[in-house]
Antibody, heavy 117, light 111 residues
């Protein structure tokens, strides 16, 4: 069965970096794009962008350029989200989500990133 | 402020039918399909409706979706207590270089 398993919660200080992983199983990793979605505490869902799992080419939504980097390791069917120069407002749950055909059919369980001094 | 507009809350009693609206524009709902996601408390979102009105395997037929022009709706019939959750609509937006836009979410309370 399809599963997306994300890495555990992170507590980081402002200015630090974090790398969240999303390991896929149960399907051919390179056959589906991977998207990233942010959910700030008590807030709604916000699309961050996606990465082409064939070419590794990322596309970032407005507001997620510069400090946010999507990457892959196809040898272990894993997608990564790296955030640098962390700010308090980056505190959120970050989800990876597999893209079927213009919808997100499977989601990771979410990774809470807390930025606090 | 979300690109797609949903009511912040909705409610109903067990057995009732409730609908949740999602309003957009010609660049998103008007020209692309709409998906709905259900987020139960403390869990990840789950695909509930795709391509305006299609249910993934395992989703009860109590859930239905529709779209007309630049608006879409999610209907839940025979409301059950386990339907209490946040519901989000989503669509691609052609004006934003293919970005995905979400509604702000609707918190459904089963009274």
């Amino acid at each position: 069965q399809v599963q997306l398993v994300q890495s555990g919660s992170e507590l980081k200080k402002p200015g630090a970096s974090v790398k969240v992983s999303c390991k896929a199983s149960g399907y051919t990793f390179t056959s589906y794009a991977m998207n990233w979605v942010r959910q700030a505490p008590g807030q709604g869902l916000e699309w961050m962008g996606w990465i082409n799992t064939n070419t590794g080419n990322p596309t970032y939504a407005q507001g997620f350029t510069g400090r946010f980097v999507f990457s892959l390791d196809t040898s272990v069917s894993t997608a990564y989200l790296q955030i640098s120069s962390l700010k308090a407002e980056d505190t959120a749950v970050y989800y990876c989500a597999r893209e079927q055909i213009r919808d997100f059919d499977y989601w990771g369980q979410g990774t809470l990133v807390t930025v606090s001094s | 402020q979300s690109v797609l507009t949903q009511p912040p809350s909705a409610s109903g009693t067990p057995g009732q039918r409730v609908t949740i609206s999602c309003s957009g524009s010609s660049s998103n709902i008007g020209s692309n399909t709409v998906n709905w996601y259900q987020q139960l408390p403390g869990t990840a979102p789950k695909l509930l409706i795709y391509s305006n009105n299609q249910r993934p395997s395992g989703v009860p037929d109590r859930f239905s979706g529709s779209k007309s022009g630049t608006s879409a709706s999610l209907a839940i019939s025979g409301l059950q207590s386990e339907d209490e959750a946040d519901y989000y609509c989503a669509a691609w937006d052609d004006s934003l270089n293919g970005n995905v836009v979400f509604g702000g979410g609707t918190k459904l309370t089963v009274l």
